[in-house]
């Protein structure tokens, strides 16, 4: 499966972004899908990973009431809404799949596919 993220950009402290990934080459449905963050300077860390059908979902603590994974199966796309954003929310974002997973959990290693990332920026 190909995947290519969108919607970063810059956004004011406390303001809403909304990515994007678009899947494509695959069923999308086979896919447990995910986005992860770097900050510079980082390691890669987990934000939130969303279950084939969309009916569960996990998080990372420090975006927990904060960010909302969603997807659209008929889209092919899944989408990270942040709101109430921090300066340290400021990190290229990755949208991540796998079709091997039978449980959520926040590993980088457990996903075989990435996107190219694409880059939020929050000003405070």
């Known amino acids: 499966v190909q995947l290519q993220a969108s919607g970063g950009g810059l956004v004011q402290a406390g303001g809403s972004l909304r990515l994007s990934c678009a899947a494509s080459g695959r069923p999308f449905g086979d896919y447990v899908m995910a986005w992860f963050r770097q900050a510079p300077g980082k390691e890669r860390e987990f934000v939130a990973t969303i279950n084939r059908s969309g009916g569960s979902t996990l998080y990372a603590t420090s975006v927990k009431g904060r960010f909302t994974i969603s997807r659209d199966n008929g889209k092919n796309t899944v989408y990270l809404q942040m709101r109430s954003l921090k300066a340290e929310d400021t990190a290229v974002y990755y949208c991540?799949?796998?079709?091997?997973?039978?449980?959520?959990?926040?590993?980088?290693?457990?996903?075989?596919?990435w996107g190219q990332g694409t880059l939020v920026t929050v000003s405070s």
């Open positions: 991540a799949a796998d079709n091997r997973l039978t449980y959520l959990r926040g590993l980088s290693g457990d996903y075989g596919y």
